[in-house]
């Protein structure tokens, strides 16, 4: 069974698990998306919805990106001579973070601040 609340409302609902992805409208005549586990997102997206997103993850990929590059070339003393490959360097990084953010949403982001830990750590 999946429970999920109308994410305008907040009213509770307990569907069978067969029933992911249906949707049903709400006592306040809003439709919503069964989710696919429990108590996930209900609220149907709107392409603005996934144009905000993709903003937001690859904005945060973009800057992941930056502190990337920044950990790399503070690290690194014979890149910091590069001085205007650098920043190629930067740019590149930026866009890889920020595409990856856009594709990959929150697991991409996820990911590539698991990088730089580990970088940071090793
Ligand atoms: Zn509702």
Redesign the pocket.
């Known amino acids: 069974m999946i429970a999920f609340r109308?994410?305008?409302?907040?009213?509770r609902y307990l569907v069978a698990e067969s029933r992911i992805g249906e949707r049903l409208k709400?006592?306040?005549?809003?439709l919503?998306k069964v989710p696919k586990k429990n108590h996930g997102y209900s609220r149907i997206k709107k392409p603005l919805d996934y144009f905000v997103e993709l903003l937001v993850y690859g904005g945060g990929g973009a800057l992941l990106g930056f502190g990337f590059f920044l950990l790399i070339v503070i690290r690194i003393p014979f890149l910091t001579r590069l001085s205007g490959r650098r920043w190629t360097a930067c740019a590149i990084l930026m866009l890889l973070g920020f595409l990856l953010g856009a594709l990959g949403g929150e697991r991409g982001i996820n990911w590539l601040g698991r990088k730089i830990r580990d970088r940071e750590q090793g």
């Not at 109308?6 to 009213?11: E, L, M, N, V």
């Not at 709400?26 to 809003?30: A, K, M």
């Open positions: 109308c994410w305008y409302c907040g009213k709400c006592s306040c005549q809003n919503v």
